[in-house]
């Protein structure tokens, strides 16, 4: 079951840019654009997930690191584009005037909120006697996700990434639908090992 929900989550994220996309017009008369690099971003992070539940978290010492970083440089980009041309009042954030310390810093507490939520749906699992949906694997595993989560925002805010990553959008939306066939196919591969 665990399995087939987190596929649903997945699979519902890769298309959230288009339907943000279709609905921004009508609801907010604001138009809308990401580029494919989005979708594939999200769908990346999804797959590395996925395969995770599939049994190299438990396998792969370092499988959760590389998902945390991938999933957390994710938030940190949409966050930090955000900041930087969505017309954020800056003096909001008390601490720091700079887009990149803030999204490095929000980052990091959509982290903690995560594993907030993480432990959250454990206890509600067990309590309900169902098979837990997100698992923790090792006592040291919420530190070092959190950690991880720090290394993904500092990737994103000390890289160009659009220069980094110039692919013709041909391959991005090639990618983009192996990603989603991928979606649909991996709750059926469950007895993949690494």
Same mark, same amino acid.
């Given at each position: 079951?665990?399995?087939? +929900?987190? &596929? !649903?989550?997945?699979?519902? *994220?890769v298309w ?7 609905? $921004?017009?009508? %609801? ?6 990401f580029r ?60 720091t005037a700079?887009?990149? +310390?803030? &999204? !490095?810093?929000?980052?990091? *507490? ?9 432990? $959250?749906?454990? %206890? ?71």
């Amino acid at each position: 079951m665990a399995i087939v +929900v987190n &596929a !649903v989550a997945s699979l519902a *994220a890769v298309w959230i840019s288009q339907c943000i996309e279709l609905l $921004a017009p009508v %609801l907010f008369w604001v138009s809308v654009s990401f580029r494919p690099l989005l979708s594939v971003w999200i769908g990346v992070a999804g797959c590395l997930h996925m395969i995770g539940m599939i049994g190299w978290y438990d396998t792969v010492w370092w499988w959760d690191h590389v998902t945390h970083t991938v999933s957390a440089a994710l938030i940190a980009a949409l966050l930090y584009a955000w900041l930087l041309v969505g017309g954020v009042d800056m003096r909001l954030f008390v601490l720091t005037a700079s887009p990149a +310390v803030a &999204a !490095v810093v929000l980052t990091l *507490a959509t982290g903690v909120l995560w594993e907030v939520v993480d432990q $959250a749906v454990r %206890l509600v699992c067990e309590r309900l006697g169902i098979e837990r949906v997100l698992k923790q694997y090792r006592w040291l595993d919420t530190p070092l996700d959190i950690v991880f989560d720090g290394v993904g925002a500092l990737l994103v805010v000390t890289t160009d990434f659009d220069s980094s990553f110039r692919c013709s959008s041909r391959f991005l939306g090639s990618l983009d639908t192996c990603c989603t066939v991928g979606w649909v196919v991996s709750p059926f591969a469950c007895s993949f090992q690494p």
